[in-house]
């Protein structure tokens, strides 16, 4: 299709994922390949993706633009500092069950106060308190939240 020039690329197979990045990246006709692999992000843009899409870009959008500027200047140093910083949020937003993980971002966005709360929709549920405190501490590791900015969850 000559007015493709992008796909979403979550197929959760690392050789398969390169395989596209590789295959489609180097058509006559290039297809960009944008990674949404957020729970393995920094692996993902090292293969040669040409850009991503994120939930997680809805709590983390600058760490993930500062990520894929350095894996594209091959400043690979900063890369892993920034994936550092990255993997708390990572960790708690795709933990199981991984059907929650908006449910996670919105709590991350109460907790930041970008969000006035978090609103689940059935079938799924409110996240329980010990898990809102997870993320709070996620978003403290991660530098986003000053751990005295806010009460604990």
């Given at each position: 299709m000559p007015t493709i020039r992008a796909i979403k690329d979550w197929t959760g197979n690392v050789p398969h994922h390169e395989w596209h990045i590789r295959t489609l990246q180097s058509l006559p006709r290039p297809v960009n390949v944008l990674t949404t692999h957020s729970s393995w992000l920094f692996s993902s843009l090292v293969l040669g993706c040409n850009g991503l899409l994120s939930g997680s870009g809805s709590v983390i959008a600058d760490l993930q633009a500062r990520l894929f500027r350095a894996v594209q200047a091959n400043d690979l140093a900063e890369a892993k500092r920034l994936n550092d910083?990255?993997?708390?949020?990572?960790r708690v937003f795709y933990a199981d069950p991984f059907v929650d993980m908006h449910n996670?971002?919105?709590?991350?966005?109460?907790?930041?106060?970008?969000?006035?709360r978090a609103v689940v929709r059935p079938p799924l549920v409110k996240l329980e308190r010990a898990e809102v405190v997870g993320i709070r501490e996620a978003l403290v590791e991660t530098r986003l939240l000053n751990e005295k900015a806010r009460d604990a969850a």
């Open positions: 910083r990255i993997q708390p949020t990572a996670r971002m919105k709590e991350a966005l109460v907790l930041l106060g970008k969000l006035p």
